[in-house]
């Protein structure tokens, strides 16, 4: 099958991970996948968006930034729409971003099906955390694009009641959650108990993440056992979390890794003990979640919908009341004092990955299924 890969991003970071997973997967599978997107993609470095981006959106004033996104909008569709002529594809799976009408405009025009990859929806998440000026042309926009789409996959249940009230029928709505690629935590080292228990953490740091309380916890233990943080990655948060963790007189508990190459973090996330997911979005599939099952960790996360669709409490995690850092480190002391209750949970999650097929691989299974039927009910409506 010929797959045209449309996105809109402009950074090296999580959804740089998916976009190369996903195309990595479908090209294993024997499929020709060409990847279409901005061309200052391909010079953002690790973990952040190209230079020249980052400036214009800092020059320019929360209005116009938008308008600027509605104007791209014509030359990522010319770019899509040249890509698709020279490619003749037989789909089209695009992954969403606000304003981008790339996918739904060129899928039309060729009478091809476009598959759609919602990983947020981000009219109301941008108005929450970015201050949306045009809220009712971007939620709008977003409607039009989902109900545009032959298939839908929102990465989560929680985010395809949001499609599902857009609108899009459920028959067009498939869940697919984010994934991991199992070999490369092959044949990691298990973890040997040492003389103290370390905390983890991998991702873009934020402050809604809510390690500024795991590391004030932190300070307040003064028992047994001896608990250490590793934080691994970068990301506005970190300035702070490093004086924190200077002020309190915990610098030798607490390390920050900076940015690490994915190829360096399933090692990394193998040396930790007990793997944090301090706080999520409550629509979001967490890839660093899938990370940690994949490496066996056992796991501490808030206890809500979007988390409950992967992780089940006592069994491949421990699940705290959200939004309370109390109730976090207790769970974290829990396993800190039981290396056996460790063990299960940690082989339960990378059970549980193999179990429900939480891959890259599986998931590029899923798109193509979707794909040929999409392909099938066009060819049987132009029969009839």
Do not use: C
């Not at 470095?45 to 929360?62: C, D, T, W, Y």
């Not at 103290?196 to 028992?223: K, N, P």
């Not at 250490?228 to 300035?239: C, F, H, K, N, S």
């Not at 099952?293 to 996360?301: D, E, L, S, W």
């Amino acid at each position: 099958m010929r797959i045209l890969y449309s996105h809109r991003i402009q950074s090296h970071d999580g959804q740089g991970v998916h976009i190369a997973s996903m195309v990595a997967a479908l090209r294993a599978a024997g499929h020709e996948v060409r990847v279409v997107g901005p061309p200052a993609y391909d010079d953002a470095q690790l973990g952040s968006a190209s230079s020249g981006i980052a400036r214009l959106k800092r020059a320019l004033p929360g209005f116009l930034r938008e308008v600027a996104e509605m104007v791209y909008a014509l030359p990522s569709t010319l770019r899509l729409a040249r890509a698709a002529r020279e490619f003749a594809p037989d789909v089209i799976y695009e992954r969403v971003n606000l304003f981008h009408f790339a996918g739904s405009w060129t899928a039309w025009r060729r009478r091809v099906p476009l598959l759609l990859e919602v990983n947020s929806p981000l009219a109301e998440e941008r108005a929450r955390f970015s201050g949306l000026r045009l809220r009712g042309l971007a939620r709008a926009a977003e409607r039009f694009v989902w109900r545009r789409a032959d298939a839908v996959l929102p990465v989560t249940s929680v985010l395809a009641g949001h499609v599902a009230a857009a609108g899009v029928p459920d028959s067009r709505i498939t869940v697919v959650p984010n994934g991991i690629d199992l070999s490369d935590y092959a044949g990691l080292t298990p973890t040997v108990p040492g003389a103290a228990v370390r905390l983890g953490f991998v991702g873009f740091i934020r402050d809604w993440h809510g390690l500024d309380a795991v590391i004030r916890s932190l300070a307040a233990w003064q028992e047994e056992p001896r608990i250490e943080l590793t934080v691994v990655g970068d990301g506005p948060a970190r300035p702070g979390l490093e004086a924190l963790t200077a002020e309190l007189g915990i610098s030798d508990r607490v390390r920050f890794t900076g940015l690490a190459p994915r190829a360096e973090v399933p090692g990394l996330v193998a040396g930790f003990d007990i793997a944090l997911q301090p706080a999520a979005v409550p629509y979001a599939s967490p890839l660093k979640v899938f990370e940690y099952m994949a490496a066996g960790r056992a796991i501490v996360a808030p206890d809500q919908p979007n988390i409950r669709e992967i992780l089940e409490h006592d069994r491949t995690a421990l699940l705290f009341e959200a939004g309370r850092p109390d109730a976090l480190w207790t769970m974290v002391l829990r396993l800190a004092r039981d290396p056996a209750l460790r063990a299960r949970l940690g082989e339960a999650a990378r059970a549980e990955v193999l179990s429900r097929n939480y891959t890259w691989a599986g998931n590029a299974k899923h798109v193509v299924t979707l794909a040929e039927a999409a392909l099938a009910q066009r060819a049987a409506g132009h029969a009839r």
